[in-house]
């Protein structure tokens, strides 16, 4: 069973950067795309980045084009969020999530193994 386990989250002032790690375990490798996810209190989740098996191709949410960067690191089963010009819209708890289908980046088909989640708090 796939386990993503979610780490780098913390506290931020406007500006400011954070890089969230996305670990899995369970797994030889995911032959997957890994996509972010966040969801701001009050707020549906929102899908923002996803990256493809190979690392060729990405994604993003136009509100976080040229701000956050993913990547992945198939040797290590591990990808991650560089988040920079952090600003208090930011504010979630970010989830990576991968799935067993091929397909878009985006949903369908749906991302279904998800992490725990790690909250980002960004003061004005």
């Known amino acids: 069973q796939v386990h993503l386990v979610e780490s780098g989250g913390g506290l931020a002032q406007a500006g400011d950067s954070l890089r969230l790690s996305c670990a899995a375990s369970?797994?030889?490798?995911?032959?997957?795309?890994i996509a972010w996810f966040r969801q701001a209190p009050g707020k549906e989740r929102e899908w923002i980045a996803a990256i493809s098996w190979s690392g060729k191709s990405t994604d993003y949410v136009d509100s976080v084009k040229g701000r956050f960067t993913i990547s992945r690191d198939n040797a290590n089963n591990s990808a991650y969020l560089q988040m920079n010009s952090l600003k208090p819209e930011d504010t979630a708890v970010y989830y990576c999530a991968t799935r067993t289908k091929y397909g878009s980046l985006t949903e369908p088909p749906p991302y279904d193994i998800w992490g725990q989640g790690t909250q980002v708090t960004v003061s004005s």
């Open positions: 369970g797994i030889t490798r995911i032959n997957y795309a």
